[in-house]
């Protein structure tokens, strides 16, 4: 059985490989020629998913050590929809490299969001 520290730690390598990732996508998004990052961003995306699922199953291993397994109160919830954002927002950097600056910036807010809600646990 694996402990509440182990998922912790494993959790917040996830989140920390998540937001490399992405802004690595952001940075070679705003490159003069992204035709010549195809590697990097190859390289980020697989990273991406690996660290998305490893913080969707490490969450949830979390939840279990902390006896919540039904009725999900509201900050888990919430931090669903942010992994979902999270999840999608490589999709909005590729389409919108314009927006890849401002991304580079708004998306830690919402990581900081993220771990209120891990700490504070409102709505529990």
Do not use: D
């Amino acid at each position: 059985m694996i402990s509440y520290e182990v998922y912790k730690i494993l959790h917040l390598w996830g989140i920390m490989l998540l937001f490399t990732s992405v802004g690595g996508l952001c940075i070679l998004s705003m490159k003069a020629r992204p035709q010549n990052s195809e590697a990097g961003r190859k390289l980020a995306m697989s990273v991406h998913g690996i660290a998305l699922v490893l913080i969707l199953v490490t969450g949830f291993g979390l939840l279990a050590r902390l006896g919540i397994m039904t009725g999900w109160p509201l900050w888990v919830w919430l931090k669903l929809g942010i992994w979902v954002i999270l999840g999608g927002v490589v999709v909005l950097i590729r389409r919108m490299p314009q927006a890849a600056g401002l991304l580079f910036l708004v998306i830690p807010l919402l990581g900081a969001i993220a771990a209120f809600l891990a700490i504070y646990k409102p709505g529990s």
